[in-house]
């Protein structure tokens, strides 16, 4: 039985979409505890024993089974590293739904900085999601910085879906893959900042392998005085395949910086990185203004379709 306040939920529900004690493996970490786990015939959860965190193995040929392990905290000035390690086994396919949630309500940051490694086995396919929202009505921060690391053995795929749509004060994102013959990895980024809020998204992927393909893909939204910076590196070491893209609106006095970086090592790689800043255009809010919407309800819409 989980042992969770009315607040704890709420935030397990903005993150991970749980109403009740997930169907599958789980572990779900409240303020640096677990308040729940289970394991099942194919996915094993232990705790690590030399630092705070996790292994998840899952057994090669796993099928539609998925792996729950969000993260809530409550308290005004917790700061925590936590170090989770994913071994997917081959052949196997499954999802995996991670995420934090910070409350805070007082005057001290509040601090989680997940670091994930997946072992992705050959011929295995993944799809992660990982969402991160903040809120309470303390002047500490809410700060997020998650480290993710991906290594793709031949003839696997990869899903990663990254969101963080409200809350988070500041956050800087790294991320780094090396992707084997034939693999593939697709990133989907959605991301809005507002007041003072910064955000920094670093990618760093190495397709090592003949076939290797990455697709590394951030639409955004910065609105009032925020920052976002967008540096998104691909490297080609073989005859592959990689793109990255940022399209993003710029809304207010908000500032973005997209950095892109390609690197061919092989004359048979195939690098694109695309990217489009800039403001909604007038007559997208001009004919929603027509079917009856306010300016900022016109503008709410929009936003709300293209973080879609």
């Given at each position: ?70 993260v ?5 000035g ?20 991670a ?11 509040s ?81 809005m ?11 760093v ?26 540096d ?77």
């Amino acid at each position: 039985m989980l042992k969770l306040d009315e607040i704890q939920k709420r935030l397990l529900r903005e993150v991970a979409d749980l109403h009740e004690i997930p169907e599958g493996a789980y572990n779900i970490r409240s303020n640096s505890a677990s308040a729940g786990r289970q394991s099942t015939a194919n996915i094993e959860i232990t705790s690590k024993e030399d630092v705070s965190g996790l292994e998840i193995r899952i057994k090669p040929g796993t099928k539609n089974e998925s792996v729950h392990i969000p993260v809530v905290m409550t308290q005004s000035g917790l700061k925590e590293v936590v170090y989770n390690d994913f071994f997917i086994g081959e052949g196997a396919d499954v999802v995996i739904i991670a995420g934090c949630g910070i409350d805070n309500c007082g005057n001290q940051d509040s601090q989680h900085d997940g670091i994930h490694r997946f072992f992705v086995g050959k011929n295995a396919r993944i799809r992660y999601v990982e969402k991160h929202y903040g809120s309470g009505d303390g002047s500490g921060k809410r700060i997020l910085n998650p480290g993710t690391e991906v290594y793709m053995e031949e003839g696997s795929y990869a899903e990663m879906e990254m969101v963080q749509i409200k809350g988070v004060d500041d956050t800087v994102r790294t991320t780094t893959a090396e992707l084997a013959a034939g693999s593939k990895l697709v990133v989907r980024e959605r991301l809005m900042t507002h007041g003072e809020q910064r955000a920094i998204s670093n990618y760093v992927v190495n397709l090592n392998g003949e076939g290797a393909s990455a697709d590394v893909v951030s639409r955004s939204v910065a609105r009032d005085h925020s920052f976002q910076k967008f540096d998104a590196k691909i490297v080609g070491n073989a005859a592959c395949h990689g793109h990255t893209e940022c399209d993003s609106i710029i809304m207010d006095e908000g500032r973005i910086l997209a950095v892109p970086a390609l690197e061919a090592n092989n004359v048979d790689a195939e690098l694109v990185h695309e990217a489009a800043i800039g403001k909604i255009a007038g007559e997208q809010l001009i004919k929603l203004m027509s079917l009856g919407l306010t300016a900022a309800e016109a503008e709410e819409q929009i936003i709300n379709g293209f973080l879609q």
